[in-house]
């Protein structure tokens, strides 16, 4: 089964926009991670945040964390249009190594 | 330079036959993993491996075996018990022990014919 679910599914904005997606997940974690994937390539990491983290900034992106509610969002600020990818988040929880994805939110910025 | 490689890129397999995916890192990391990505999902967790000798199945591992009798190397082989093996490989691996960022291969297309 899949932890994370993405919200929303894919999202079409213009150059310059901001962009939010959202993950949520279903059991208690240890960290979550936003990676990117463009077309037909490999997953790219972007940030980590831990579960005793509400917030962290690199570069353009701002992720938060929630762990009551366990979602966290992913703010792409200033959006371009080689931000065009798939974003996932992934999750891992105590005890082991397994690190799981969720479905991914397609983003296209239209230049 | 470091990274983590798959091959073949593309790879074309009859129905019946047995297909074996190669991942190798030098990185030196601990934890390796392979995931299966279907058109337009997301990633779903077929085998990881937290150590040299020990893997562990993750959510659809039937029709899927692995190996890891060294650090660097996972192969992940399709077997013909997976009944729809045609779908987009990837292979990653991390450092584990709380330093959970995967880095990723580039992927292998496996197509059946």
């Known amino acids: 089964s899949q932890q994370g679910e993405e919200d929303p599914q894919a999202l079409s904005i213009q150059e310059g926009e901001n962009a939010t997606m959202n993950c949520s997940y279903k059991?208690?974690?240890?960290?979550l991670q936003w990676y990117r994937q463009n077309s037909g390539r490999g997953l790219v990491h972007l940030i980590l945040?831990?579960?005793?983290?509400r917030e962290k900034h690199s570069g353009r992106l701002r992720v938060t964390l929630d762990t009551s509610k366990k979602s966290s969002s992913l703010l792409i600020t200033a959006s371009r249009a080689a931000d065009t990818a798939s974003y996932f988040c992934?999750?891992?929880?105590?005890?082991?190594?397994?690190?799981?994805f969720g479905k991914g939110t397609k983003l296209t910025v239209n230049p | 330079d470091g990274g983590i490689t798959q091959s073949p890129k593309y790879l074309f397999r009859k129905e019946g036959q047995n297909v074996t995916l190669s991942c190798e890192q030098n990185?030196?990391?601990?934890?390796m993993y392979w995931y299966r990505q279907d058109p337009g999902q997301g990633l779903r967790l077929i085998y990881y491996?937290?150590?040299?000798?020990d893997f562990q199945k993750g959510d659809i591992a039937e029709g899927y075996s692995v190996s890891r009798e060294k650090k660097e190397s996972f192969p992940l082989t399709v077997t013909s018990a997976q009944k729809n093996p045609t779908a987009f490989y990837l292979c990653?691996?991390?450092w584990g022990q709380g330093l959970p960022e995967a880095f990723f291969g580039q992927g292998t297309r496996l197509t059946v014919v």
């Open positions: 059991t208690s974690i240890n960290n």
């Open positions: 990185l030196n990391h601990d934890a």
């Open positions: 990653a691996s991390s």
């Open positions: 491996s937290q150590i040299v000798n």
């Open positions: 945040i831990r579960s005793n983290e």
């Open positions: 992934a999750t891992d929880t105590g005890g082991s190594e397994k690190l799981v």
